[in-house]
Nanobody, 130 residues
Framework: EVQLQASGGGWVQPGGSLRLSCTPS????????IGWFRQAPGKRREGVSSINTYDGSTFYADSVKGRFTVSSDNAKKVVYLEMNNLKIGDTATYYC???????????????????????WGQGTQVTVSS
């Protein structure tokens, strides 16, 4: 059974930083893709970023480009989402997800679609307020 553990959320003031972690387990392959999503109350889930761990290729939503950085530690099989210059509008529950099979192409806008992913973590809350 594939499971994903997202952690690292918390409360931070505007302009602050947080680093989220996503640790998958139960995957039968070493190279995998991770998507980061967020969902605020009353809003639909939106894609934030995605990474292919086999080559480190990444893609970001325009709303976070230049502020968020996704990376992977392949030896530890952990994916990080470094979030800087956080804004009140970044407040949401953040989820990581992975598709059933490794990707064969770098992520693009399509990689931020919820339908591209098969397994989801439980979410970690990020609150940005003063």
């Amino acid at each position: 059974e594939v499971q994903l553990q997202a952690s690292g959320g918390g409360w931070v003031q505007p302009g602050g930083s947080l680093r989220l972690s996503c640790t998958p387990s139960g995957l039968t392959f070493d190279d995998f893709a991770i998507g980061w999503f967020r969902q605020a109350p009353g809003k639909r889930r939106e894609g934030v970023s995605s990474i292919n761990t086999y080559d480190g290729s990444t893609f970001y939503a325009d709303s976070v480009k230049g502020r968020f950085t996704v990376s992977s530690d392949n030896a530890k099989k952990v994916v990080y989402l470094e979030m800087n210059n956080l804004k009140i509008g970044d407040t949401a529950t953040y989820y990581c997800a992975t598709p059933m099979a490794p990707r064969t192409q770098p992520p693009g806008p399509w990689a931020l679609g919820v339908d591209e992913y098969d397994w989801w973590g439980q979410g970690t809350q990020v609150t940005v307020s003063s």
